[in-house]
């Protein structure tokens, strides 16, 4: 059934009419909210994938899990926008740019092709530099051949980024949709316990909190503050999974 055009708003909820019985159906006004930095990490490992996925792929995994009464209001995607700044590796003193990196191309690549899909919003935080850090190859042979004096090459150390603002962001719209009466449901992708006090406050406002599960991947607090829980079944298929 086409629900977009057979929902008409009625009060809170859309109302319809079932294909099946004649008789309405109520559909929930829902948003979904990924955290992006979580799901790539933990839907990477699930499905045993070493590139990223891409813009469709993506948008296919988050959506599955919506079900047949739930009407899609927006689905607000966080991540950070890739770093493009140029920095001096402090062993080989040669710069590196990284706006003509692969990651930063591919990223911003992902992010324009993401944006044009249907009832997207796109939240970027920033990524900041903070200094260089050992790679973990090199931390590794380290605590296993047990070597002092250690000579450190360029390519054994990394440049160490935090992301910042993204946490923010997530919960200030949820607070802003619960107080506007937007939506009733809310499917929250993220592991980080950070959002359950936006969760603890859409909850007081009468909205549903659902939280995805992929793998096991969840914290019990997340559990203890969420009405509902979901399993992620989306897998990739055919060649596209190699």
């Avoid at 070597?147 to 090459?153: A, G, H, N, W």
């Avoid at 929250?188 to 659902?210: H, N, Y």
Wanted: overall charge positive.
């Amino acid at each position: 059934m086409n629900r977009k055009s057979s929902a008409m708003v009625v009060g809170d909820c859309k109302r319809g009419v079932s294909g099946e019985t004649g008789y309405p159906a109520i559909f929930y006004q829902t948003a979904i909210m990924v955290d992006a930095g979580w799901m790539t990490k933990v839907l990477q490992k699930k499905l045993g994938l070493k590139r990223y996925l891409t813009a469709d792929e993506m948008y296919q995994a988050i959506t599955s899990v919506l079900q047949a009464d739930e009407f899609l209001y927006r689905l607000y995607y966080y991540d950070s926008a890739p770093f493009d700044g140029t920095k001096t590796n402090p062993i080989s003193k040669q710069e590196t740019d990284f706006s003509k990196s692969p990651v930063c191309a591919g990223r911003s690549n992902f992010f324009s092709q993401f944006v044009q899909l249907p009832c997207v919003a796109l939240r970027l935080g920033t990524l900041n530099f903070r200094g260089w850090t050992l790679a973990p190859a090199f931390e590794r042979r380290l605590i296993e051949e047990h070597k002092t004096p250690v000579e450190i090459s360029e390519n054994d150390i990394r440049a160490n980024f935090e992301q910042k603002g993204v946490d923010m962001r997530i919960g200030i719209d949820i607070a802003s949709l619960a107080y506007k009466r937007f939506v009733q449901r809310i499917i929250l992708f993220s592991g980080d316990t950070d959002m359950i006090p936006a969760m603890k406050l859409a909850r007081t406002e009468g909205v549903q909190l659902v939280v995805i599960r992929i793998g096991s991947s969840l914290p019990e607090n997340i559990l203890r503050h969420a009405d509902l829980c979901r399993e992620l079944k989306w897998e990739l298929s055919g060649a596209s999974a190699k």
